[in-house]
């Protein structure tokens, strides 16, 4: 289990500083009324195993394939331990599923649960077969979104960057920066089973968001007794961040460009 959670300490009000324009989001029509057809790249990991039963379970989309290294062969729904086969095997060989899924002309997303150094090309080949993209691999590096919106935005297809797919996460970050202005004094607690993984990118997206308001904080000693304001938010398991990814492919069909942040669509 993770948990994250902010202290904020009193301080008199703030004006809140002039707010920075936000990316344009360009939407299509709404996508016809046949299922998405959804591949989850990185299907054999915990997180894809995941997707696969939410998918399924979900109106309006399939699974239509699997992308892994690992496994490769077995029926993924065998490997997720659902009732019944799902009849798809995972393949290691993502150009060959997206040439199947694009010949029934269907929408198709790619759900990208692999890592850094592969999902710009990922992103380029679903594009190549007119897919949407959403993305969801930690410590994904800027220069690399910086690139795949170049990419989206001059085939004017779609593609969601979520750094986090936890909406409750989303949720404590923006009532972070509502709380900001009100208290001069922040602290960013978060534990994790594997001290590897400190800082998260969760805790690290809420110390640049409070960073980015232009306040300066912590300056006073807060040892004594004082009013203490705190938001706290757990994951238990993987599949509090199934929500937040149906979400995600339900706002990606329709989009034309690339957007970061799932945050956008709350």
Same mark, same amino acid.
Do not use: W
């Given at each position: 289990?993770?948990?994250?959670?902010?202290?904020?300490?009193?301080?008199? @009000?703030?004006?809140?500083?002039?707010?920075?324009?936000?990316? !344009?989001?360009?939407? =299509?029509?709404?996508?016809?009324?046949?299922?998405?057809?959804?591949?989850?790249?990185?299907?054999?990991?915990?997180?894809? %195993?995941?997707?696969?039963?939410?998918?399924?379970?979900a %109106? #309006?989309?399939?699974?239509a394939?699997a992308?892994?290294? @690992?496994?490769?062969?077995?029926?993924? #729904? *065998?490997?997720?331990?659902?009732?019944?086969? $799902?009849?798809?095997?995972?393949?290691?060989?993502?150009?060959?599923? $997206?040439?199947?899924? +694009?010949?029934?002309?269907?929408?198709?997303?790619?759900?990208?649960?692999?890592?850094? +150094?592969?999902?710009?090309? /990922?992103?380029k080949?679903?594009?190549?077969?007119?897919?949407?993209?959403?993305?969801?691999?930690?410590?994904?590096?800027?220069?690399?979104?910086a690139?795949?919106?170049?990419?989206?935005? *001059?085939?004017?297809?779609?593609?969601?960057v979520?750094?986090?797919?936890?909406?409750?996460?989303?949720?404590?970050?923006?009532?972070?920066?509502?709380?900001?202005?009100?208290?001069?004094?922040?602290e960013?607690v978060?534990?994790?089973? =594997?001290?590897?993984?400190?800082? =998260?990118?969760?805790?690290?997206?809420?110390?640049?968001?409070? !960073?980015n308001?232009?306040?300066?904080? /912590?300056?006073?000693?807060?040892?004594?007794?004082v009013?203490?304001?705190?938001?706290?938010?757990?994951?238990?398991?993987?599949?509090?961040?199934?929500? #937040?990814?149906?979400?995600?492919i %339900?706002?990606?069909?329709?989009?034309?460009?690339?957007?970061?942040?799932?945050?956008?669509? $709350?």
């Amino acid at each position: 289990m993770a948990t994250l959670s902010c202290h904020f300490h009193p301080t008199v @009000y703030k004006s809140s500083p002039n707010t920075k324009a936000r990316p !344009s989001i360009l939407c =299509s029509m709404q996508p016809s009324q046949s299922n998405v057809k959804v591949i989850v790249n990185g299907a054999a990991k915990e997180i894809g %195993r995941a997707a696969v039963i939410a998918v399924t379970k979900a %109106r #309006g989309m399939e699974v239509a394939g699997a992308v892994d290294s @690992y496994l490769v062969g077995e029926d993924i #729904g *065998k490997v997720c331990d659902m009732e019944e086969p $799902l009849e798809i095997p995972i393949i290691n060989d993502l150009t060959m599923v $997206l040439g199947s899924i +694009s010949q029934s002309k269907a929408t198709g997303v790619v759900i990208d649960f692999t890592d850094p +150094s592969t999902v710009y090309d /990922n992103v380029k080949q679903a594009t190549a077969f007119g897919m949407k993209s959403v993305v969801h691999v930690p410590r994904i590096k800027l220069d690399t979104v910086a690139a795949l919106s170049g990419l989206c935005e *001059k085939a004017s297809t779609g593609c969601l960057v979520a750094p986090t797919l936890s909406i409750g996460s989303i949720l404590l970050q923006q009532a972070a920066i509502s709380a900001s202005f009100h208290y001069n004094n922040v602290e960013i607690v978060e534990s994790r089973a =594997s001290p590897a993984d400190l800082p =998260s990118p969760n805790a690290t997206q809420i110390a640049k968001n409070l !960073s980015n308001l232009g306040q300066i904080y /912590n300056r006073q000693d807060i040892s004594t007794d004082v009013l203490i304001y705190s938001l706290k938010h757990d994951i238990t398991d993987v599949q509090c961040l199934m929500p #937040g990814l149906i979400l995600a492919i %339900r706002k990606v069909v329709r989009l034309k460009n690339l957007v970061y942040g799932l945050e956008k669509f $709350l």
